[in-house]
């Protein structure tokens, strides 16, 4: 593990000398942006959410992508230009969203800290870090984490408090564990890797978001906003994005998004959403009729573009499908998600009215195909999977049902 990273370092690991860190001039402010290409994985396996990003961060977010293992590793001198120790650390939050509660399923994002390898630490075959510790959401104090919501994590907070362990010899956190300022206060364990040290001397070798291999074949979690403040004042934002080679939307220029992007540059906030309406798509059509599991035929008019993420997606079927509803099934959703493809087009919405009052508040997503094969799938689902259904262009449960009447445009 950590074989590709490891060996870009610059010669050996150097053994730390466990001694108060040197003052330093002024505190740092670092705002780091980490996208699916970027270089700091050892297992990479996220993938872009865009339009979803914890409060305070812009544009977008990262998601597991449900295959396997993802770890990443941020040393203190390419966040701080300087070594950190532990006890330097005043303070450590992150976001993560997920479609369920701790309660119901406890994988999320964790956090592992990696110390530098100590005088007198004992060869081993992972004697590339001196100790390891961890942090888990679902362990935190006062726990509130409502799912399919942004939930923040931090070392000190009213609620979803986390705590701390050390598991360098397998040991894996409890519900009883200490709070970060506790845990720093104490000694490292002694055992067969070497003798314990004061946590709070130990230099900090790389700060780890990561996801655990047990879940990482069904977890699709959301991370965002990993922000470390040192006791100095210093502070590193990490913000986790999709990958920023052009903008696609007007709120992707916002913010000061209008800056981060590396293939296609821009002066200013204006300039950028220039491009993006220069580039935008607009996809319609009206009353498209085509026949889904019987002879039912069913009806869609929908208006929406690309560059404002925004239209709707008006449904209609007739006769009712449900008995005792109403003669003709109605709902319209507000979309705020659109993605395209050549000949096809991704979006989604929540339902805002409908004849069925039970529709309402659920999200509906859709795909559409243009050309001489016009088709269309739709399904109801949560808004999670909407709008990664949206992003990642995967087909919705229901469909494909082709299109017997009307026509779909997707121009730009």
Known sequence: M????????????????????????????????ITPTST??????????????????????????????????????????????????ASISYWTKKGSTHT????????????????????????????????EPY??????????????????????QLRFYESTYGYFGSYTDPDFATFKAGTSLTGARGPGVAYATQPILYFSPQTSSNDAATFTGQI??????????????????????????????????YATYTVETFKNQGKCIKYVNDH???????????????????HATFDMNTASQSGFFHYVDDPARIPGQPAHTKYTAK??????????????????DSSVPAFVGNWVFVKVQKGATQNIWGSFTDQTSALNGVQNKSNPADGPFAVTSGTIHIDQ
């Open 139 to 160: 362990f935190a104090s006062n726990l509130s984490d409502p799912a399919n919501s942004w939930n923040k994590w931090a070392t000190s907070a009213a609620t979803n």
């Open 335 to 352: 979309i705020s998600a659109v993605n395209v493809d050549g000949d096809f087009a991704y979006f989604a919405g929540k339902v805002t």
């Open 224 to 257: 965002d906003g990993l922000r470390i403040q040192l006791s100095d004042g210093s502070i590193a934002n990490i913000n986790f994005e999709a990958d920023n080679t052009a903008p696609y939307t007007h709120q992707d220029c916002k913010n000061g998004g």
């Open 40 to 89: 700091v994985y050892d297992g990479n396996h996220v993938v872009g959410v865009l339009a979803d990003a914890a409060p305070g961060y812009s544009n977008s977010s990262l998601r597991s992508d449900g295959v396997a293992k993802t770890d990443m590793y941020f040393t203190p001198e390419s966040l701080f230009s300087r070594q950190v120790t532990l006890g330097d650390v």
């Open 104 to 135: 119901v399923t406890p994988a999320d994002w964790f956090l592992n800290i990696y110390t530098k390898p100590y005088a007198g630490q004992l060869p081993t075959s992972s004697s590339w870090y001196g100790t390891r510790i961890g942090t």
């Open 280 to 298: 935008d798509y607009r996809v319609r059509g009206n009353n498209i009729t085509y026949t889904a599991y019987s002879t039912m035929p069913r």
């Open 2 to 33: 950590l074989k590709r990273i490891l060996s870009s370092l610059t010669g050996a690991i150097v053994i730390a000398s466990f001694v108060p860190a040197l003052a330093y001039a002024a505190p740092v402010n670092v705002n780091l942006t």
